[in-house]
């Protein structure tokens, strides 16, 4: 069998290439060891924006006053009223001019209180030229500190009520 000859050059370029591939073999053993016994650091704490609390009508309505639009009001007719503790309230209810003979400014005291997500609204009023009784029952279906919005169920039609706080 004949011997094949490597020059030294070549010698010395595969002995460098085996050198160099064990000491790159060392070093990323040594540096995935290393980080297996680094202790790992903590994340910082993510910020989590703060959820609004859960607000109920009793919470927000007394103690404050609040502009009442409505369909059922008819259109351009707004209560504006203070809600007070243990049920009541007093305001001012205005209308733009009308054929109906309701006058366009009159004072109405009247008293709220909820059962369950119901709120009951009751007052006396001139509409249509005759006094008349008022119990309107709102299904609350939106509260926050500054807004409540719910749906009154007629005998005929649904209607939206939308309170404005506005002190």
Not at 130 to 154: A, M, R
């Amino acid at each position: 069998m004949e011997k094949t000859r490597i020059s030294s050059g070549w010698k010395i370029a595969i002995l460098g290439g085996c050198a160099f591939v064990a000491v790159c073999g060392a070093a990323i053993f040594a540096l995935v060891f290393v980080a297996a016994l680094k202790p790992s650091t903590p994340e910082p704490p993510v910020n989590v924006p703060q959820q609004e609390p859960d607000y109920t009508v009793s919470d927000v309505l007394p103690g404050h006053r609040w502009r009442i639009h409505s369909s059922y009001l008819d259109d351009g007719i707004i209560l504006e009223a203070d809600f007070k503790e243990g049920g009541s309230f007093d305001g001012i209810i205005t209308a733009p001019p009308n054929p109906y003979d309701t006058p366009t400014y009159q004072q109405v005291s009247g008293k709220w209180n909820m059962a369950g997500p119901v709120l009951f609204l009751d007052w006396e009023w001139v509409w249509n030229g005759h006094p008349d009784h008022w119990e309107i029952p709102i299904k609350i279906s939106s509260v926050s500190q500054y807004n409540l919005q719910g749906i009154y169920e007629g005998e005929l039609s649904l209607s939206l009520w939308e309170f404005e706080r506005i002190d």
